[in-house]
Structures are given as C-alpha cells and as structure tokens.
Antibody, heavy 120, light 108 residues
Framework: QVQLVQSGTEVKQPGASVKVSCKASGYTFTAYYIDWVRQAPGQGFEWMGWISPKYGGTILAQNFQGRVTMTRDTSINTVYMELTSLRSDDTAVYFC?????????????WGQGTLVTVSS | SYVVTQPPSVSVAPGQTARITCGGNKFETKTVHWYQQKPGQAPVLVVYDETDRPSGIPERFSGSKSGNTATLTISRVEAGDEADYYCQVFDESSHLYFFGPGTKLTVL
C-alpha cells in the first residue's frame, strides 16, 4: 500500500534551519511528484512547492523562494524539504503529499505530518 | 497572489445535504480539488478534478463547478462527516496551487 512516512518532531531556534524527510513506499517513486504543504496551529493550508523525484526539478511558491530547498535521494525513495532562516511564524505541521500529475494535479496520499516548532 | 474563498462554517442536520462553496477568479483555467481534514489527522482527498471521486470515498460526496464557483456536496450527512473541508485550486498555466481558508462542517 502507498505510504509516505515523515521524520519526527523538530524544535528549532529562530534563524536556524530544519530539514524534514518523507520516505515513500508502495509505488514507483519516480512516477509521481511530491508536494510540501504546511499548516500553522489552528490555521489552513499553505502550499510550499513540489519536486519531481525523477528529475529533481522543483516549483516553489513565491513566499518560499530563497528559503526552501527540496531534494531527493532515489536510492532510498526519500524526499527532503529544508527551510532556512526560521522565524516563529514558521511554526507549523509540515506535510508531504503525492501528486498524481499523470492523471491530474490532485494529491492522493499524504504523510502523517511533522511538527516544527520555532522558539527561543 | 490568487485568492480563494470559502464560507467559514456550514451546519447541517444528519441526513440532510451539505453544500460547501469555493470561489475564485478565472476558474475556467483552474482545476479544483477537495480535501477533508479531521482534528489531528492528515487531509484526505474526497473529490478531484471538480467532479471525480477517489476509490473508497462514499458516493455521498460529489463535486461540481459552474462559472467562478466550485461546490462540494455531501448528501445524507452523517456525524462522521464533521470535519474541516478545504478546496485546492491548481493553476495549469503556472503549475501553482492555492488553498481556500477551509470550511468547518458541523453536524447538528
């Protein structure tokens, strides 16, 4: 079965960086994009961008350009999202999601989420 | 930035029909998907490409789009449908996504 398993909770100080991983299983890793979406406490979703695991190319939302890097390691079916220069308003649950780009643009499977807390 | 609108809340009695709307500009060049999120859980895709339903999602969930409004319809609402519902808009020209602010569905 399709699974996206994310790394665990992170607590970071302002100005630091965080790198969240998302390990895929149960499907052909390179056949689907992976998106990153975050949700601040009690708030809605904010789309961050996506990566093509096959080619490594990325598309980032304007708000995150210059602060977010998305990479992948095809040998272990894992995608990474690194966010730099952390601020208190980056405190959120970060989700990875599989994007079924071949048949549309929807995100059909999601990781369990990773809580990132930014606090001094 | 592209703005997507949703009503903050919708309330409906069990067995009735709930309709949640999603608005934006130039919807003819956009694709709309709908997600359900229950507290403490990851979102679940309930309708994609405005009208299609993933396997495992009950037929009670359906979607439509007309003009600049997309609608998620939940028929014969059950207590277990109580959740936050988010529309997601995909801009095919820019390959960017935009989420609506979410609608809290309360089953009375």
């Amino acid at each position: 079965q399709v699974q996206l398993v994310q790394s665990g909770t992170e607590v970071k100080q302002p100005g630091a960086s965080v790198k969240v991983s998302c390990k895929a299983s149960g499907y052909t890793f390179t056949a689907y994009y992976i998106d990153w979406v975050r949700q601040a406490p009690g708030q809605g979703f904010e789309w961050m961008g996506w990566i093509s695991p096959k080619y490594g190319g990325t598309i980032l939302a304007q708000n995150f350009q210059g602060r977010v890097t998305m990479t992948r390691d095809t040998s272990i079916n894992t995608v990474y999202m690194e966010l730099t220069s952390l601020r208190s308003d980056d405190t959120a649950v970060y989700f990875c999601a599989r994007q079924d780009y071949a048949s549309g643009s929807h995100m059909d499977f999601w990781g369990q989420g990773t809580l990132v807390t930014v606090s001094s | 930035s592209y703005v997507v609108t949703q009503p903050p809340s919708v309330s409906v009695a069990p067995g009735q029909t709930a309709r949640i709307t999603c608005g934006g500009n130039k919807f003819e060049t956009k694709t709309v998907h709908w997600y359900q999120q229950k507290p403490g859980q990851a979102p679940v895709l309930v309708v994609y490409d405005e009208t299609d339903r993933p396997s495992g999602i009950p037929e009670r969930f359906s979607g439509s789009k007309s003009g600049n409004t997309a609608t998620l319809t939940i028929s014969r609402v059950e207590a277990g449908d109580e959740a936050d519902y988010y529309c997601q808009v995909f801009d095919e020209s820019s390959h960017l996504y935009f989420f609506g602010p979410g609608t809290k569905l309360t089953v009375l």
